[in-house]
């Protein structure tokens, strides 16, 4: 690839712990030898051990924030987490809407210790405006069945939700993670007009799994940046996620954050 320092953008909420949000969203960039542009949306007091309080920001800071980063220097990638509210959704949507520019969103619903991370109403802007622009979707299996309006539980259900993602909304490409299945951690990849990829993942016995759809998500991003095709860019972010899931650091005191530092291929 080129040596020249390409740049990512985050669109998301935040983690004081450094676990998800824009916070690990930055710690992923620089692993991933990318230059690192965050946006607040929702500013959360939350840890290891769930979520204590919400606060959204108002939308003109949020807005104030994407032109100050569009202004001056254009990501080579964009990536949107937690995105609250409907209005939200509509101040970033020009944002994305740019063909150009890669965009990965990882529709983030609810937390892993189940709280509530965006309001109900989103979830039809999210499927009409923002999902038919991304280049990929990683969605968990109840995002991608919330979304899909379906119930997963079979092979069969898996590929028949890929091709909604593909055909009847609209998005390049979904990664359908089974983080959430029985048995080994294996994906799902659905890219438009190819057949399904199953990506095959060891399952580790750990309950330190906060913020592993934040981390697979930016490195996606980072390597959509760096000019890898989609299979290539979604490969690396499994090789990345298994690495940092099988060495967490084993910090605080819920269900921990991953490891940032474990993949250290950095030759791709
Ligand atoms: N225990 C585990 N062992 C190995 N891989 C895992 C495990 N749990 C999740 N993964 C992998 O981590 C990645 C993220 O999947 P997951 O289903 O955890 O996302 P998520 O629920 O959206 O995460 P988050 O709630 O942090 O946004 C996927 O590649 C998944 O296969
Ligand atoms: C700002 C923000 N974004 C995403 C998540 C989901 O991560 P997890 O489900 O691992 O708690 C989170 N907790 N906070």
Do not use: W
């Not at 983030?108 to 210790?113: D, E, Q």
């Not at 990829?197 to 913020?211: A, K, M, P, Q």
């Not at 490969?235 to 921990?256: D, F, M, N, S, V």
């Amino acid at each position: 690839m080129n040596n020249k320092l390409m740049t990512t953008l985050s669109i998301a909420g935040t983690d004081p712990t450094g676990g998800a949000g824009v916070s690990v969203d930055m710690k992923v960039f620089q692993s991933r030898g990318v230059y690192g542009m965050g946006v607040t949306t929702s500013v959360i007091a939350q840890n290891t051990l769930g979520v204590q309080q919400i606060h959204h920001l108002p939308l003109d800071i949020i807005e104030a924030q994407l032109n100050s980063v569009f202004d001056d220097i254009t990501p080579d990638a964009i990536k949107t987490g937690m995105i609250a509210t409907k209005d939200m959704m509509e101040v970033v949507l020009p944002y994305i809407q740019n063909g150009d520019i890669p965009y990965v969103s990882d529709p983030v619903m609810i937390a892993k210790s189940g709280d509530a991370l965006i309001e109900e109403e989103t979830v039809n802007i999210l499927v009409n405006q923002l999902l038919p622009n991304a280049t990929v979707v990683t969605p968990n299996i109840p995002e991608a069945e919330r979304i899909t309006n379906m119930k997963i539980e079979t092979l069969d259900d898996i590929k028949l939700c890929g091709k909604r993602f593909i055909e009847e909304i609209g998005c390049e490409s979904v990664v359908v993670k089974g983080g959430h299945l029985q048995g080994d951690a294996t994906d799902y990849l659905f890219i438009k007009g190819q057949e399904m990829i199953v990506l095959n993942g060891e399952r580790f016995d750990t309950e330190h799994t906060h913020g592993t759809g934040c981390t697979f998500s930016s490195v996606i991003t980072s390597e959509l940046a760096k000019g890898h095709n989609i299979e290539d860019a979604v490969r690396i972010a499994k090789a990345y996620i298994e690495a940092a899931i099988k060495h967490t650091p084993e910090l605080g005191h819920g269900r921990g954050p991953v490891n940032h530092f474990a993949y250290s291929s950095n030759d791709e």
